[in-house]
């Protein structure tokens, strides 16, 4: 059965996209840490710890998620994206990119801010334009 992401990527389950290519797939989450912050995932590899990746998806995930957090950072005022990777919520790999402030913000276990689905549609559009200019 398909991961919950997997089926994001695939367009089976709506998200707010803001960069793919064939193997890659960038989507806002959910329950944002700050406005802006996006989960990066390998299309056709699920398997949920990063370090099991073969070299080439490793890399190239990787390679993805730089150019979509320098869109983020072109998009979402902050002084620099951070990244996180737990994968202990859901069994697929994926980096997380947080816009910051300071590095309180990347606390998982910190209050999220309330982001509206109109907000999270202008971000997320906001974020794609930028990365179909890099």
């Known amino acids: 059965m398909a991961t919950l992401f997997t089926r994001i990527a695939s367009g ?3 998200s707010y996209k803001v960069a793919e290519s064939e193997d890659f797939y960038a989507f806002l989450d959910i329950n944002p840490l700050a406005p802006g912050h996006t989960l990066v995932i390998p299309r056709k590899v699920e398997d949920d710890y990063i370090f099991n990746l073969d ?3 490793y890399r190239g995930l990787w390679d993805f998620a730089a150019k979509v957090a320098k869109a983020i950072k072109a998009a979402v005022p902050c002084k620099r994206v951070g ?3 737990l994968g202990m919520e859901v069994p697929h ?5 947080v816009p910051l402030q300071s590095e309180g913000d990347l606390d998982f276990r910190k209050e999220r801010p309330q982001v509206s689905d109109s907000q999270k549609a202008a971000i997320a559009k906001a974020i794609l334009e930028e990365y179909e200019k890099l």
């Open 12 to 14: 089976e389950i709506p």
């Open 55 to 57: 070299p080439e998806t």
């Open 83 to 85: 990244v996180a990777v």
């Open 93 to 97: 790999t994926h980096i997380h990119l």
